[in-house]
C-alpha cells in the first residue's frame, strides 16, 4: 500500500496549479462504490481498489494540505505527507462501521501533515507538550477570531485572551507568535529562481465546499463521542470540574470551583490536570484500537 504506483506527484519545482488541476481527473465516488472498493481491499488486498480509493480523495488531501501553508513549508511536501496519510487511512478503513472514507481519512491525513511541520519545526524548539502543540496549531485561528491581524508583537489584552482560551502562560503566546511570524514571510518567497511570482500567488481558495463540511461535521460528532465515552470513566467531582474549566464557556474559575467543593483552589487545580489525563489516555487508547481494527 505505501508504494502505490501511479499517484500524481507535485514537486518543489512543479507547477502546483497543475496538479491541481490533474487531481481533478479522478471522479469522487458514490457512497456505494466506495463501499464495495473498500470490501475489496479489506478482503482480497485488490491494489487497483486501494488505489481508486486513494486517488478519489486527492483533492481532500491538497485542501486540507493548503490549511497548513501559513507554517513556512513546502505546499509540495504538505501534499506528499497528507497523501502518505490517506493510504493509511485506505489501508485501516473498515466500511462496516457505516461512515464515509473522507470522516476516517482527514484525521489521518492531518496527523500526517502536522507530524511533518513538528518534525520540521523541531529546529525552531516549538515545544513538545501537548499545551504548546495545541498553541502551535490554533495561534492563528484565534488570531483571526480577535482579529489581531496585525503585523508585529500582539497586544497584551490579545495575549491574555489567547493564553485563557488555551490555557498556556502568556509568555509562550508571545514566543510562539514571533517564530510563526518569522516563518510567515516564507510565503513571499519566490517559486523558483529563474520564475516570476510568490508561493502565494498559487494558493487556491481555502473556503470548504459542502463535502469537507459535512466530513468536518462527522469527524467533530466521532471526536465528541469518544470525548464522552472517555469522561464516563470520571468520578462525578472530576467529570464537573473539568467540564467547568475546559468545556464551559465562559470557563469557571479555580477560585469559584474551590468555594463550590470547599477546598483549596490548588487541589481543584490537581483534580482538573488529574481528569485531563484520565480523559487524554481513554481517547489515545480509543483511537489507537480504531486504528488497529
Known amino acids: 500500500m505505501s508504494n502505490l504506483s501511479n499517484l500524481p506527484t507535485l514537486s518543489p519545482e512543479g507547477s502546483l496549479s497543475q496538479y491541481l488541476q490533474d487531481i481533478r481527473k479522478f471522479p469522487m465516488l458514490e457512497a456505494n462504490e466506495e463501499y464495495m472498493l473498500a470490501k475489496a481491499w479489506a478482503e482480497h488486498k485488490d491494489r487497483k481498489a486501494a ?3 486513494v486517488t478519489s480523495h486527492l483533492r481532500l488531501v491538497a485542501k486540507i494540505a493548503m490549511g497548513y501553508r501559513g507554517y513556512g513549508l ?3 511536501d504538505l501534499i506528499a ?3 502518505v496519510g490517506m493510504m493509511q487511512a485506505v489501508k485501516r478503513f473498515d466500511a462496516e462501521k457505516g461512515f464515509r472514507l473522507a470522516t476516517y481519512a ?7 501533515i502536522q507530524e511533518y511541520i513538528l518534525r520540521s519545526w523541531s529546529l525552531v524548539k516549538i515545544g513538545t507538550t501537548a499545551a504548546q502543540k495545541k498553541l502551535f496549531f490554533n495561534l492563528r485561528r484565534l ?4 482579529e489581531a491581524i496585525e503585523e508585529g508583537d500582539l497586544l497584551p489584552e490579545h495575549v491574555t485572551k489567547i493564553a485563557e482560551k488555551l490555557d498556556v502562560p502568556e509568555t509562550d503566546v508571545v514566543n510562539m507568535n514571533r517564530r510563526m511570524s518569522a516563518m510567515d514571510h516564507s510565503l513571499n518567497a519566490p517559486l523558483r529562481a529563474d520564475a516570476e ?3 502565494q500567488d498559487w494558493l487556491v481558495d481555502d473556503a470548504p465546499d459542502q463535502e469537507t463540511l459535512v466530513a468536518e461535521k462527522e469527524e467533530h460528532t466521532n471526536r465528541l463521542t469518544l470525548l464522552q465515552d472517555a469522561m464516563e470513566d470520571l468520578n462525578e467531582r472530576e467529570r464537573h470540574i473539568l467540564n467547568e474549566r475546559r468545556l464551559a464557556e465562559p470557563p469557571k474559575t479555580l477560585e469559584e470551583l474551590s468555594q463550590e467543593y470547599g477546598v483549596s483552589r490548588e487541589r481543584v487545580r490537581q483534580i482538573e490536570v488529574r481528569a ?3 480523559v487524554q489516555k481513554a481517547m489515545k487508547q480509543a483511537a489507537a484500537n480504531m486504528a488497529r481494527n
Open 51 to 53: 488505489h481508486k480509493l
Open 74 to 76: 513546502p505546499v509540495a
Open 81 to 83: 505527507e497528507g497523501n
Open 106 to 112: 482527514m484525521w489521518w491525513i492531518r496527523a500526517a
Open 143 to 146: 488570531k483571526g477570531q480577535i
Open 197 to 199: 511570482g510568490e508561493w
Open 276 to 278: 485531563f489525563e484520565k
